[in-house]
């Protein structure tokens, strides 16, 4: 291949000069005959590609061997997402299995960051797995396992899935980031992820992981101590966890996500966490973010914010009772984000007005079923003033009353805001 | 040869019949019949106007001006036969429509005409008729679909062919739909804040063109034969093929009278209520009530433009002539939306291809799509309402928006492609705009980016109608449970549902998915979708930044929803609005 002038810098044109119509010219700066595509050097190739679609890219590995060694070179292949679906259970295109096989056979060991999307079947799951368990000479450092519809990874033989995961833990040596969200991990895989990725894990996302236990989970804490992010299920949360994020030799922790599912009414039994064990964490990580999901009934809420809790961003997804919503107000001082999907049919003007005063954080507020009087609302809105970024009503949750209507509620509410504003709207036909 | 050939007009109808005399053996009756009409139809002029959608006389400007200087007129409807049988479009809907027909043609033989009911296609089936007809003229409403601009081209083709005069009038909106995508830089506003931003721009909506009645149409005359009802008669459903045994009657009856009768009640009941703000959601309004009028606006028994008028003058009336909100318009508005978002988008109705719809890995699950089309999903309240909708053609939006998030990102994560074509059989009022624009919608696939919010399939239909009334009229199985369990039948321990008779699991399905669980699944996986738009900066829960690594060079997103005109939205977080 012929290299171009030093003529050819970032400020040239990329692509030869065309010729003028109808006469023969040589081009001030044409490459050395002949003048062909193919002889693009390698490094503006490589620019282009890196700018299209895996689709694009490989259609374009075909035109030449240029581009073909080109489509081929490492940096194109640090970063992939392998697509498996079936077209029984799903509506898009699997990554090509041929593209899979190239991949395993010339750029396993340039894989860096790497996810895996499935849909809902099993044979997708199983797939994935398959994958996993090739690739041994490689050193992937962002590894992420999602289930794009059903949690089909669940469906998988634990043995089959743990045995796969444990090849990247084992071989990887420097994992950085995990999301392995609904699937069958267990303590000992975890074990193996902490005996070889320790210094390097920062990220670990593992929510409804049942074969879990607070003890596997304890043993990441205790010996994975650059770990900044860590999302998991209530019933792994533990004070020993607590404290052993905030351990002296712990970084400080940036965002810890708990989310908390009821299986059947009133059968799941919420131990508490200690409010001490919750001051510990805060004091080490002043700025942590603390994301909890509820997804109960409303009776199961009795063990949650009878004490201060730190949390910053809360969701309901699930009804949630007055009652509640007042010892929010009351025990959560570092509340910055709130989403209420549903709670009932009496106005909240009360609760959501100790919120305000109370939460001096609270940016964002998302509300969905529930009913405020448009007082009420204006009162809440004036209370937080301009540092709501997010405000997310939907329109039937705000109550016309004597002094306003909803005409007037939304000149209102943008004037205390300082911008303008309306509810959230739902075709109506 | 030569007579007949002066009763047609211009070279190209000649060339039409020259090429068609050959293949055609029913050139021979076009002689007789030619013969017999030579009195009316030869000499002067000779009208079509083409019923498609309004289905009405008043308010049809394009009637009213084709009338003028009209000797004779025939109003048509082309039925093709074959969607009976295709059935994508249900029992009630074709009923409906049959019962439009029946009014039009009722009120048109008030004033000594018919309506002509014809099978076939429409590019057959005119040529045909402009033959026969001696046909100078052709009206029809306008129709801002893209299937129906693409088959209205093909007909203004053949019409100009056959050197027919097209009127064509827009009254099927209240605006002229193009001039709001030109308000918006040549594209539809995605947003309805956008939307009711540019509406306040447009000149005031038209007026509406004045009723046919006799004293317009004085002039005219249609040719009726004898046996008009054999040729041209509105068909009955058992012609259609359709079994009427044991067939209730309609909810909604369908026709232009009765959609006047109901637009004056509707009136009534807003005057005395005297209050113009949205209706506080009680179990009643889930019943099907004598005002509605949804289904009778998009068969254009009713005109959008009438309602919207005499909404105004109630409202300057009762509200001593201040000036009416946008919100009175409210169910005209939305209506008016979508079909600005669909007219120039072909592919409106799908995922694949459509620029405004995110890509969703849906699941396909058709097992589970029946269990929800035919209300069997063990949850009462869903149950309940597929049921309605099944029987009667029509469903509360509140209902509607329960049963689409939990067919969708709610509960068992379909495609709302799925829905929107249950919806299509079985609704009323579910045109190819509304229906589709709606389900994406309410999937959250497009326009409304609020995916937190998830309807719980029994604490919505419990907080709606505590009683449980709605659920015992339309599952009547279930009729035995007490309020306290009617919602959640599974959770009612054995002696409740032994005294019900109905033990759930065997007379009444058992719940076919755990809705926390799915919600919490279906919240996240939202989550993915839109973590992944570069664009969204709406509530996302404290999205974790360092894994977000932004794949763009495989983004299976291709949403473009960076469109220069939101930009020039007023100040603001980008999801609302």
């Not at chain 1, 003048?35 to 689709?55: A, K, R």
């Not at chain 2, 969708?408 to 624009?437: P, Q």
Request: proline fraction near 5%; charged fraction near 20%; aromatic fraction near 10%.
């Amino acid at each position: 291949m012929k290299r171009g002038r030093s003529v050819l810098n970032s400020k040239c044109p990329i692509f030869p000069y065309h010729e003028k119509p109808g006469k023969r010219h040589k081009p001030s700066f044409a490459l050395s005959p002949p003048t062909d595509w193919g002889n693009l050097p390698y490094c503006i190739v490589l620019q282009i590609f890196q700018h299209l679609s895996l689709v694009d890219r490989a259609r374009s590995s075909s035109v030449c061997r240029c581009w073909n060694d080109v489509f081929h070179m490492p940096d194109l292949w640090r970063r992939f997402e392998f697509e498996l679906n079936q077209p029984a259970t799903s509506y898009l295109r699997s990554t090509h299995p041929d593209l899979i096989q190239q991949i395993i056979k010339k750029h396993a060991q340039h894989l860096q960051y790497v996810s895996f999307k499935v849909d809902s079947s099993t044979e997708s799951a199983e797939a994935a797995c398959d994958i996993l368990s090739q690739l041994v000479n490689c050193t992937i450092k962002t590894l992420g396992l999602i289930s794009t519809a059903r949690s089909s990874f669940m469906d998988v033989s634990q043995a089959h899935f743990v045995s796969a995961l444990t090849v990247v833990f084992v071989n990887s040596k420097s994992l950085s980031s995990i999301k392995i969200d609904d699937t069958p991990v267990d303590d000992p895989s975890l074990k193996v992820l902490v005996a070889n990725n320790s210094d390097t894990l920062k990220l670990l996302k593992m929510s409804s992981c049942p074969h879990v236990s607070p003890a596997g989970i304890l043993c990441v804490a205790d010996q994975c101590h650059g770990l900044r992010e860590l999302a998991l299920n209530y019933h792994l949360l533990s004070d020993e966890l607590l404290l052993a994020l905030s351990s002296e030799k712990h970084v400080h922790l940036e965002h810890l996500r708990i989310d908390v599912v009821s299986e059947n009414p009133g059968q799941t039994h919420f131990h508490t966490i200690k409010r001490n064990s919750w001051e510990a964490l805060v004091r080490h990580s002043p700025k942590v973010n603390i994301v909890m999901y509820f997804f109960l009934y409303e009776e199961e809420f009795g063990p949650f914010f009878c004490e201060e809790t730190p949390v910053t961003h809360l969701y309901f997804g699930r009804a949630v009772s007055k009652e509640m919503l007042g010892r929010i107000g009351l025990n959560c001082p570092r509340l910055v984000e709130l989403v209420v999907c549903a709670n009932g049919l009496n106005p909240l003007d009360e609760e959501l007005i100790r919120i305000a005063k109370r939460c001096k954080s609270l940016t964002a507020i998302g509300l969905g079923e529930c009913e405020v009087t448009c007082s009420g609302f204006v009162e809440f809105v004036k209370t937080c003033g301009g540092r709501l970024t997010q405000l997310s009503i939907m329109e039937e949750v705000l109550i016309p009353d004597n002094r306003y209507n909803m005409e007037q509620i939304h000149s209102e509410v943008s004037k205390h805001l300082g911008r303008l504003w309306f509810p959230d709207m739902m075709p109506t036909w | 040869f030569v007579g007949v050939f002066t009763v047609f007009r211009g070279l190209s109808a000649v060339s039409t019949c020259s090429q068609s005399c050959s293949a055609n053996p029913t050139l021979t009756t076009l002689f007789i019949f030619n013969a017999a009409m030579k009195n009316s139809d030869s000499m002067g002029v000779n009208t079509i106007h083409w019923f498609r959608k309004g289905l009405r006389l008043h308010d049809n400007p394009a009637l009213r001006d084709s009338i003028r200087g009209t000797d004779t007129l025939r109003c048509i409807y082309i039925l093709d036969p074959w969607f009976a049988g295709s059935s994508s479009v249900g029992i009630n809907r074709w009923r409906f429509l049959l019962h439009c027909l029946e009014d039009l043609d009722a009120s048109l033989r008030k004033l000594n005409s018919r309506l002509f009911v014809i099978r076939g296609q429409p590019t057959d089936v005119f040529p045909r008729l402009f033959r026969e007809w001696n046909i100078a003229r052709l009206s029809y409403e306008y129709d801002s679909e893209p299937f129906g601009k693409e088959r209205d081209a093909a007909i203004q083709k053949l019409a100009s062919e056959a050197g027919v005069e097209v009127t064509v009038r827009i009254s099927h909106t209240l605006y002229n739909l193009d001039k709001i995508i030109e308000l918006n830089d040549g594209q539809p506003p995605l947003t309805y804040k956008r939307f009711q931003a540019i509406i306040n721009q447009m000149d005031a909506v038209e007026l509406p063109a004045e009723t046919i009645i006799s004293k317009v149409i004085k002039n005219c005359t249609t040719p009726i034969t004898h046996d008009h009802d054999d040729k041209f008669g509105v068909p009955s459903l058992e012609e259609l093929g359709f079994e009427t045994e044991g067939l209730s009657t309609a909810v909604w009856p369908g026709g232009e009278t009765e959609a006047l009768m109901r637009l004056e009640r509707h009136l009534e009941r807003k005057a005395w209520v005297a209050n113009f703000e949205r209706p506080r959601m009680n179990s009643n309004s889930l019943l099907a009530a004598p005002t509605g009028l949804s289904p009778y606006l998009r068969f254009g028994c009713l005109s959008c433009r009438l309602f919207y008028f005499k909404l105004t003058d109630l409202y300057k009336k009762v509200k001593k002539n201040s000036t009416p909100p946008l919100s009175l318009y409210g169910q005209l508005l939305w209506r008016e939306f979508f079909y600005t978002t669909a007219t120039n988008n072909p592919c409106f109705d799908k995922m694949e291809g459509n620029p405004v719809c995110l890509q969703i890995p849906w699941d396909r699950n058709p097992e589970a799509l029946a269990k929800w089309a035919e209300g069997q999903t063990g949850y009462p309240w869903i149950d309940a309402i597929m049921t309605q909708l099944r029987q009667e053609g029509w469903i509360h939006h509140l209902a509607r928006h329960a049963v689409a998030c939990f067919l969708t990102r709610g509960d068992l994560w379909i495609s709302w492609e799925e829905g929107m074509k249950v919806f299509e059989e079985l609704l009323l009022d579910a045109d190819w705009s509304v229906n589709a624009g709606s389900w994406m919608w309410l999937s959250c696939s497009s326009f409304f980016q609020q995916f937190f919010h998830c309807y719980c399939p029994v604490g919505f239909g419990r907080r709606t109608d505590p009683s449980g009334d709605y659920i015992r009229r339309y599952l009547p199985v279930l009729r035995g449970f007490p309020a306290k369990y009617i919602y959640d039948p599974w959770n009612a321990p054995e002696d409740v549902q032994k005294a019900a008779k109905c033990i759930i699991g065997t007379n009444y399905p058992r719940p076919m998915v755990n809705h926390a669980e799915a919600s919490r699944v279906n919240i996240e996986r939202m989550k993915q979708i839109y973590q992944q738009l570069s664009c969204y900066k709406g509530l996302v829960i404290s999205v974790s930044s360092s894994y977000g690594e932004s794949s763009r060079d495989q983004a299976s997103l291709r949403f473009a929803c960076t469109r220069a005109s939101q930009r020039t939205l007023p100040q603001g977080p980008l999801f609302i609005g």
